[in-house]
Structure formats: C-alpha cells, structure tokens
C-alpha cells in the first residue's frame, strides 16, 4: 500500500508541476508542451527525480491512447465550412509535403553522417510529418488569433499526415529488416488503404456514433466520456482493419463536432479537460524517456538536421505542396515556420526501436533533439512570427454563452451583454435586427423586456439571438464597444457584402475603379480575386479604398471594414 501512494504522490505531484509551470509558460511564450517535457526530463534517470523509465512498448501504448483522445478534441472543434476551406491544401501537405520533407532530410542526413540512405531517409520519414498534439495546443495557446486559411490548414494537415509518415517509416523499417524483400505495389496499395480504411471507417463510424449520442440523453461529462470511448473503439477497429486510426479518429470527431447541431460548450470544455490530460501525460512520460547524457552524444549533427529541416526542408515542401493554392508568401512563410513537431516523431521513433533495426538509438536520440528544437525555436517563436508575418486578426469579442440548436439550419442561440458605449446603446431592437436575425430575449436588471414594444437597448442588458454563425460578429460589434485593435486592422467603418461597388466608391469620392469591378456587390469583388475561399482579414483594394473581410461565411465576405485614404 506504501508503495502505491508513493506511486500516486510522484505521479500526480509531477502532473500538478507540470500544468501550474504549463500555464505560467504562455505568458512567457513558452509552449506547455515544452515545459511538460522539461519536468519529465527533470524527473528522469539524469534529473534529480532519478526516476529510472524505458519501457518503450509502455511508452507507444500510452502515447498512441493520448493522441486518439487529443486528435478527437481537434476534430470536435473543426467546423465544416473550415475544414473544405482548408482540405485540399492540408491533404498535399500531409502527403507530397510530407514526402518531400523526408527525402530532403534523407539525403542531408546521409551526407551528413555517413550513414546508409536506408537510414537516413528513415530519419526522414520519422520527422517528416508535424505533430496534431503540438500545433492543436501551440496555436490556441499563442495568444493571437491567426487567420482562418492558415491556421486550419496547419490543424488539419497535422490530423491528416501521419499515414503517409507511418507509410514511409514502416516502409523503410521493412526494408531494413529484409533487405532481400520486394517492395513495389504492395507498399502503395499499403498507403492507399491507409488513407482509404481511415477515411471510410472515420466518416462511417462517425456518423453511427454521432446519432448514437444525439439519441442518448446525458449530462456532458457522461457526453464527453461516451465520445471519447467511441472514438477510441473507432481507432483500435481501425487500426485493426490495416488503416490510419489516427485519420480515423480526426474524422469521427469532425462528423461527430458537426452532425445535426454540432456539440455544445460544455462538452467541448469537458474535452478539452481530457485532451489536456492526455498531452500532458503523453509529454510527462516522453520526457521520463529521454536520456539528457545520451543526447550529447549526437547533438551537434542533430542540431544541423533540426536546422535543415526547419529553414530548407519544410519550407522547400511548403512551397511545392501550395502552388496551385491561393496563399499569399507571407501565409505561406508562416505556415512553413510552423511545422512543428511533438510526440508524433517520438513514436515513429519507437517503431525501429522495437523491430530490432540496428543503429536506430541514433536516430532516436536525433529525433528527440529535432523536438526540443522545435518546440523551443518555433513553438515559441509562433506569435512573433504571425504578427510580423501579419497572419494573425483581432479576436471577436465572445458571447457569454452560445448553444447549437438542433434542426435550426444551423442556427446558434448567443447572448451577449451591451458594454457602455457599444453601437447596440440608444437604439431601437427592430433597427438592428436582421432577416437572418430573430431576438429571443432581453434581461435587464434581472427583469425580462416585452419584445412586442421593441424596447430601447440600454448598457448592461442581457440579449439573447437566434442566429447563423456567420452573424456572431456582426451582434459582436452591436454589443460590444469596437477595440482600438480592431479598428486600427479593419477600419472605423463596416459595410455590408451586398452593398454595390459603385454606390460605395461613389459615397466616399472614389473615381479610380478597374472596370471588371463595375456593377459588382463587395462580396462579388472578393470573389473574383480569392475565389470562394476568403477568409478573415483578407484584402482588397477598390481604387484609394483598402476593405478588409471581416465577417466570411462558406468562403463569401459578409462584412467587410473600410479603410479611407489618407
């Protein structure tokens, strides 16, 4: 029993270490991730914990539950409309990206250190794709709100990657067992079924399970637990099957985040709980693995790969992998910067460890390196480089609550407080309710407002709408008092997308009008330069006018800000 709750004190106490430093890192611009890590490692056999771990088969069993349940989180949380945005895009990087990134880092790696090309492009292979566990907790945890084409082309590209790096990895770990063994078709028709089996098992299953839960009436914790569970029943049948369970899982929880009115938030802050659980574990035992000591040995080639991977490898897939995109370079540079890697890399590292492949603790220790790199040069580094890049926007102010209504064609209820100040104060209800806009109700001093009378909005009073996402910004900006942030980025004056080019640059004394834009709505105008893919903060100039989108609903700019000349 002694020995137990010793178990227990060291365990948690390293646990409770690890958040509190987690979340004091942010405001220093550390990822937690890093810090979960460092606490392992300082526990470890070469720390002053002298806790002696290296149970790899322990490790890749834990490491593999914890990516499931955080690869679920990132799926519930993906909306529809972002992930078509975003699919394509994050599909050529997760498969020619990533296949580029490996065979440049073969080929340096072989140069490098003399090894066998078998080897090198193995290395490769392991750190080739981005981490889902690292980019989901670094973007949210950024302190900067990125665009929508960027920062879900990295999320998603990070969920959808790791067939093609398992492909290339055990590939080569066949190849290095049985030399004399063929490898052609059946290793394509291998990646094929990866990607095929996780796509079809991940949107079928999904579907089941999401109706399953729709019917199944529970509280959220119970709701959050019967996600996790049957998405982990979905990844192990997966798996089983001989396809990616970790597409499968993204997917499941994609279809389960968006089917019939989507999840609510408190059973996406019940997951999020768990998801925090699962990569502060995974990150606590990974650092217990490694051996600072041993690490030494190599550091210097490890260094030079993490470098050559982060300056001209990633970036030199980036920029193939997005040519038939519209990305402009800044997007492209940032999202290049932002490969990072995590626990993803650490596991495929484990798979020649265990199969027996000779000389892979070298490639072990240099794939634990290009980590700690990662993490601290790009993790950290992420929110400087989105506002020198200028990906990043100024967040909306939130509702206070916001629920999904099923059957509602997706309407959201979303109550928001009127600050002092805001452009809601003074105003009639009627004046700035919208068609696709339908008020619910109004509290005031804990008292409920007649709607029929179409009350005067005072600060202080408690609205609450029915309304599509897309209009979350628009009641934003009635209800809350406009940041200097956002004024300074979007402008001081919002128009709508339907508003006629003409009528505006003639408004505002503008005669200088290309004359392909004549005749054309704002949101036309932007659809003819960004295609059906405009998101927030993208920019278009209509003579000596800069607009900026501002609202973007399926990829058509519903609001944009105005910027007059000078």
Not at 346 to 354: D, G, K, M
Request: charge should be negative; proline fraction near 3%; hydrophobic fraction near 50%.
């Amino acid at each position: 029993m002694d020995s137990l709750n010793l178990f227990l004190l060291i365990g948690t106490g390293l646990m409770f270490i690890g958040l509190l430093l987690g979340s004091l890192s942010t405001r220093i611009g550390v990822p937690s991730l890093l810090m979960f890590l460092l606490v392992g490692m300082a526990a470890g056999e070469d720390g002053i914990g002298g806790i002696e771990f290296d149970d790899l088969s322990t490790a890749y069993v834990i490491s593999n539950i914890a990516l499931a349940v955080i690869l679920m989180d990132g799926g519930l949380r993906t909306r529809m409309d972002t992930f078509r945005l975003a699919l394509k895009p994050a599909l050529s990087l997760a498969s020619l990206g990533v296949a580029i990134s490996a065979a440049l880092v073969g080929a340096f790696t072989t140069w490098l250190m003399g090894v066998d090309w078998r080897l090198g492009l193995l290395l490769g292979g392991i750190i080739g794709s981005t981490d889902a566990a690292a980019v989901f907790s670094v973007i949210k945890g950024a302190g900067v709100n990125i665009n929508e084409r960027v920062a879900s082309t990295l999320e998603i590209e990070s969920g959808l990657n790791d067939p093609m790096a398992i492909f290339i990895t055990l590939m080569l770990v066949g190849v290095l067992v049985e030399p004399d063994a063929a490898f052609g078709f059946g290793m394509i028709l291998t990646l094929v079924q990866q990607f095929g089996l996780g796509a079809i098992i991940g949107l079928g299953l999904g579907a089941v399970l999401s109706e399953i839960l729709l019917r199944v009436r529970s509280n959220e914790g119970l709701h959050a637990l019967l996600l996790c569970s049957g998405g982990a029943m979905v990844f192990a049948l997966t798996n089983l099957a001989g396809g990616s369970g970790f597409l499968a899982i993204y997917l499941t929880g994609l279809v389960a985040g968006n089917r019939r009115g989507g999840t609510g938030d408190n059973v996406l802050r019940s997951m999020d709980s768990m998801a925090w659980l699962a990569q502060s574990g995974m990150f606590l035992m990974l650092g217990l693995l490694i051996t600072p000591s041993e690490l030494g040995q190599h550091l210097l080639p490890a260094l030079l790969v993490a470098l050559f991977l982060m300056l001209v490898a990633r970036p030199a897939a980036v920029w193939v992998s997005l040519i038939p995109f519209i990305f402009t370079w800044r997007e492209k540079l940032f999202i290049a910067w932002t490969g990072l890697r995590g626990a993803v890399p650490i596991v495929l590292a484990v798979f020649p460890l265990l199969a027996g492949v000779g000389e892979t603790r070298l490639l072990f220790d240099i794939t634990l390196v290009v980590v700690l790199i990662s993490l601290l040069a790009q993790g950290a580094s992420l929110r400087y480089m989105a506002r020198l890049l200028k990906v990043s926007v100024p967040a909306t102010a939130s509702p206070k609550q916001m629920v999904p209504m099923a059957h509602s064609a997706n309407r959201y209820l979303m109550q928001f407080e009127v600050e002092e100040g805001a452009k809601a104060q003074g105003q009639r209800l009627g004046t700035i309710t919208t068609q696709r806009i339908t008020p619910i109700l109004i509290i005031r001093d804990k008292t409920f407002l007649n709607l029929s009378e179409d009350p005067q909005i005072e600060a202080g009073d408690m609205v609450s709408w029915l309304a599509p996402l897309s209009e979350q910004d628009y009641l934003s900006d009635m209800c809350h008092k406009i940041t200097v942030a956002e004024r300074r980025y979007f402008g001081d004056f919002i128009v709508r997308g339907s508003v006629p080019v003409d009528q505006l640059v003639a408004v505002y004394g503008i005669h200088e009008l290309e004359e392909q834009l004549k005749g054309m709505t704002v949101e036309a105008a932007f659809e003819d330069h960004f295609g059906q893919h405009a998101v927030v903060g993208d920019t278009l100039k209509l003579g000596g006018l800069r607009l900026r989108a501002r609202t973007v609903e399926k990829g058509r700019v519903i609001m944009a800000g105005i910027k007059l000349p000078q």
